[in-house]
C-alpha cells in the first residue's frame, strides 16, 4: 500500500510529489505520456523563489489592456511585474526523480482502511488520494465533493514575434473573461464560459489573427470544497485559479506547500479523516480567500458590464496603471485616483455597469 496516490502529473501534482517523496511512499498516476503545452505559462515572479532562472523565457514589465473601440491601458512596472515561463521544459524538470507511471484512472473506492484506485493496467491503493486531476476531476466526483464553475480557455499557437501581450476586454470576445496575444509564445487565445468556438472565430476574424495548432481545455474557478475522507484536492481540481485571470501556476505552487506539510502530518500522526485534512483548506483560504472572493466580485461586475461601460472604466483609469502584484490583482488600483475607484466600485456594488 503507498502512503500517498497522486492522480495527475500536472504542475499541482508534480509540486506537491516533489515535496512529500522523501518523507513517504508516492505514486503518480498521469493518463498522458506526452502533454502539450496546455497554458501560456505567465507567472508572478514568485516562480523564481522556487525554480530557477533558466526555465524564464521572458519577463514582463508592460502590457496593454484593449478596449473594445481599441483603446489602450498601459499596465507596467519599473521592475518585471511576471515572467513567462519555458512551458514543456517547466513540465520535464517537474516530473524528474519521481515515481510516475502512465496510466489511466478509471475508478475509485473508499474502504474502511484504505483507497483503492483502478486504472486501465492494475489496481493500488493508498492511506491517503490526492486529486490533481484537472478541472473535470474524476477523484472530485468520486469523493463527492460539489463540481465548480467550469470555463473553456482556447488559443492558438504559431511563430513566435516580438511586441507587447494584448489582453483584449470586450463582450464581443468573451463576455466574462477576455483575450489575448501573447507575442512571445506566438500565441493567441481567450477564456469564455460560453460558445468559445463561436468567441474564438469572431475574435480572430476581427484581430486578423492566422490560427495554427489550436488547444482547448477547462478551467475551474470558484471556492469550493477541498477535503474529504483520506482525500485532498490541489490545482485546478480544487478551483484554485484567480479568478480575475485564470491563471493557476503559483497557486498550485502555494497549495502544494500547504498540503505536504498536512499531508506528512496526516501521515505520521494516522489521521486520515476529514476533520484533520481540513487543516489545507483552512489555511489555504485564510491565505488567499480574501483576495479569491475580491477578484470573484470584480468578475461577477464584469460579466454584467456592457461594452460602453467598458469604454467609461478605460475612459476614468486610463492611459497607464502601475502594477505592484500580480498575484494579488485587487491590491493595484494605488496608483489610480481614489474617488474614481470608489465611484466605479460603488456602480459595481449596485450593478450599475450598463
Ligand atoms: C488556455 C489556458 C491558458 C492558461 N494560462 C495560464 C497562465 O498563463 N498562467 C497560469 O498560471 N495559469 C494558466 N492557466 C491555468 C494553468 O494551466 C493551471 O491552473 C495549472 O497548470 C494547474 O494545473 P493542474 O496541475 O491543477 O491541472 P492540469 O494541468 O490539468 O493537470 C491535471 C493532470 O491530470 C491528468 N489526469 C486527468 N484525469 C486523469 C485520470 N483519470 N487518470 C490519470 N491522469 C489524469 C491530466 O492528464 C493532467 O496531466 C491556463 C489555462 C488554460 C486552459
Request: charged share 25%; proline share 4%.
Amino acid at each position: 500500500m503507498y502512503d500517498t496516490i497522486i492522480i495527475g502529473a500536472g504542475v499541482a501534482g508534480t509540486c506537491l510529489a516533489r515535496q512529500i517523496t522523501d518523507e513517504m511512499d508516492v505514486l503518480v498516476l498521469e493518463k498522458d505520456s506526452q502533454p502539450g503545452v496546455k497554458d501560456s505559462g505567465i507567472v508572478s515572479n514568485t516562480f523564481l523563489d522556487y525554480f530557477p532562472k533558466h526555465l524564464v523565457k521572458d519577463s514582463i514589465k508592460e502590457m496593454n489592456l484593449v478596449s473594445p473601440s481599441g483603446k489602450r491601458i498601459r499596465i507596467f512596472s519599473n521592475e518585471p511585474f511576471a515572467l513567462i515561463i519555458k512551458r514543456k521544459e517547466f513540465s520535464t524538470y517537474l516530473k524528474k526523480g519521481l515515481n510516475v507511471r502512465y496510466q489511466t484512472v478509471t475508478d475509485i473506492t473508499y474502504e474502511n482502511d484504505y483507497v483503492s484506485v483502478s486504472t486501465d493496467s492494475n489496481t493500488y491503493t493508498a492511506k491517503i488520494l490526492v486529486g490533481a486531476d484537472g478541472a473535470s476531476s474524476i477523484v472530485r466526483n468520486k469523493a463527492g465533493l460539489k463540481p465548480p464553475l467550469i470555463y473553456f480557455g482556447m488559443m492558438s499557437q504559431a511563430e513566435s514575434c516580438k511586441g507587447i501581450i494584448e489582453v483584449f476586454l470586450n463582450k464581443y470576445y468573451s463576455p466574462d473573461f477576455f483575450a489575448w496575444k501573447i507575442p512571445q509564445n506566438g500565441e493567441h487565445g481567450l477564456i469564455t464560459s460560453v460558445r468559445p468556438k463561436s468567441y474564438m472565430e469572431y475574435f480572430e476574424k476581427k484581430e486578423d489573427l492566422q490560427r495554427n495548432k489550436f488547444y482547448s481545455y477547462p478551467i475551474a474557478s470558484g471556492i469550493q470544497h477541498m477535503v474529504s475522507e483520506r482525500t485532498v484536492l490541489i490545482g485546478d481540481a480544487a478551483s484554485q485559479t484567480k479568478p480575475l485571470t485564470g491563471g493557476g501556476i503559483i497557486f498550485s505552487m502555494k497549495a502544494s506547500e500547504i498540503a505536504a506539510e498536512v499531508i506528512n502530518d496526516a501521515i505520521n500522526l494516522r489521521r486520515y479523516n476529514e476533520m484533520f485534512l481540513k487543516s489545507y483548506q483552512d489555511q489555504w483560504l485564510s491565505q488567499w480567500g480574501a483576495e479569491i472572493r475580491r477578484q470573484l466580485f470584480l468578475r461577477k461586475a464584469y460579466r454584467k458590464m456592457t461594452n460602453h461601460y467598458l469604454e467609461l472604466l478605460f475612459k476614468d483609469f486610463g492611459p497607464e496603471i502601475e502594477i505592484h502584484d500580480y498575484d494579488r490583482l485587487s491590491k493595484n488600483l494605488k496608483s489610480v485616483p481614489k474617488l474614481k475607484v470608489i465611484k466605479h466600485m460603488l456602480r459595481m456594488a449596485l450593478g450599475m455597469v450598463q
